[in-house]
């Protein structure tokens, strides 16, 4: 590994690279300072499997890391690199390094002290309810496409359920037959979770730059509990807002895990979900009234959105998510979708909340 730290534009010296583990595509390292003091590494292998259009991901977290950054120098902010993801270049002045064998590697300023949460309080949630809503911000005066789509209809729900389809019908894993509760529960929802596509088509809503990854631990909190960076900016790309609204939701107002094998864990927390909303509106000053009205929904598309992608996987006998023991999958599929049901008894609710704020 040191091999390839040698490529890397590095001005202080540093350790050996420690395995992280976090997240179900990319392997991570940290690599520690030398000295006390001095900055340390983050060290990622793009899974370019998964991430097909590397160069194309690296252009979109450039033009979206240097124009946050740009925006924090105007505002005479403190502490900059400790508020945005700071990508070191190679010695080439290319953002990633591409080794000989065809492997991806990027280097990354370590965010620290900084710790990653699974679960949020409501104090903290309503905190990260205005970092997502200023990322968003931010963001909102650059052309959605302006950035490419890393993975090409990485959010969009009727893409998704095509793939479900293409792996029901080959069965790879021969799993299908013994899923059928779910294969209706996910069919009888189908036409419902299509609707943003179609307001889309019809030019009633717009994409913004989204992050398209909004779960609790791609958040970096300080030793207070206060966000201060978002991180894991692969997928952004262009989305609709209420997708970065519904995918936080997902993790953080759900009583339960996102793998929760006990099906009795998993319920809407509204504690969480008026708190994070209450920072959301304050900062996404430029949301549409359609948009607005349409966060419940959000929360319910992408949990339902997880349930098919975590399906989908299963049914393909887990060639995509990275998997802690063999029935990972089902149990998250199962998992996600609870979470839907349990979204759909709270709907009024939840809407009731974003009047209530608004
Ligand atoms: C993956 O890499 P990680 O763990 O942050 C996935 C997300 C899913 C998430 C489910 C590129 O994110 O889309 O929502 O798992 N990322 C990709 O936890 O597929
Ligand atoms: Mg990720």
């Known amino acids: 590994m040191n091999?390839?730290?040698?490529?890397?534009?590095?001005?202080?010296?540093?350790?050996?690279?420690?395995?992280?583990?976090?997240?179900?595509?990319?392997?991570s390292f940290v690599v520690p300072a030398k000295r006390v003091g001095e900055t340390s590494y983050c060290l990622q292998r793009i899974n370019h499997r998964i991430f097909k259009d590397v160069e194309g991901l690296m252009r979109n977290i450039e033009i979206v890391t240097s124009h946050i950054r740009e925006k924090l120098l105007i505002a005479r902010e403190e502490n900059i690199e400790r508020k945005v993801l700071h990508l070191i270049p190679t010695k080439e002045g290319k953002t990633f390094y591409r080794t000989p064998e065809g492997e991806y590697w990027r280097l990354y300023v370590l965010v620290e002290p900084a710790t990653s949460q699974e679960k949020?309080?409501?104090?903290?949630?309503q905190l990260t309810g205005e970092a997502f809503g200023r990322f968003q911000s931010q963001l909102a005066d650059l052309p959605f496409n302006a950035l490419c789509e890393s993975i090409p209809n990485f959010h969009n729900m009727e893409f998704r359920l095509q793939e479900l389809d293409e792996a029901l019908e080959a069965d790879a894993?021969?799993?299908?037959?013994?899923?059928?509760?779910?294969?209706?529960?996910?069919?009888?929802?189908?036409d419902e979770m299509c609707l943003a596509e179609r307001l889309f088509r019809e030019g009633k809503l717009h994409k913004h730059i989204n992050h398209?990854?909004?779960?609790?631990?791609?958040?970096?909190?300080?030793?207070?509990?206060?966000?201060?960076?978002?991180?894991?900016?692969?997928?952004?790309?262009?989305?609709?807002?209420?997708?970065d609204f519904g995918d936080f939701m997902r993790t953080a107002a759900n009583t339960g895990l996102e793998d929760d094998p006990n099906l009795d864990n998993i319920h809407v927390d509204?504690?969480?979900?008026?708190?994070?909303?209450?920072?959301?509106?304050?900062?996404?000053?430029?949301?549409?009234?359609?948009?607005?009205?349409?966060?419940?929904?959000?929360?319910?598309?992408?949990s339902y959105m997880q349930t098919v992608r975590f399906f989908t996987d299963w049914l393909n006998g887990d060639t995509y998510y990275k998997i802690a023991y063999p029935?990972?999958?089902?149990?998250?599929?199962?998992?996600?979708?609870?979470?839907?049901?349990?979204?759909?008894k709270v709907a009024d609710e939840m809407a009731k909340i974003i009047k209530k704020l608004s």
């Open 120 to 125: 949020v309080t409501p104090m903290s949630a």
């Open 3 to 27: 091999e390839i730290l040698k490529h890397f534009a590095i001005w202080n010296e540093v350790e050996e690279p420690q395995p992280l583990r976090i997240g179900f595509i990319n392997d």
């Open 327 to 344: 029935e990972h999958n089902l149990v998250r599929t199962r998992a996600q979708l609870r979470l839907v049901e349990e979204q759909e």
């Open 173 to 190: 894993a021969g799993r299908k037959a013994a899923c059928t509760d779910i294969i209706e529960a996910i069919n009888k929802r189908r």
């Open 270 to 302: 509204l504690e969480i979900y008026e708190a994070y909303t209450k920072g959301y509106l304050k900062k996404a000053t430029f949301l549409t009234d359609l948009e607005k009205e349409l966060l419940p929904y959000g929360c319910r598309l992408l």
């Open 212 to 243: 398209c990854d909004t779960k609790v631990n791609n958040v970096l909190f300080d030793e207070k509990g206060r966000p201060i960076c978002i991180v894991d900016l692969d997928t952004v790309m262009p989305g609709f807002v209420f997708s």
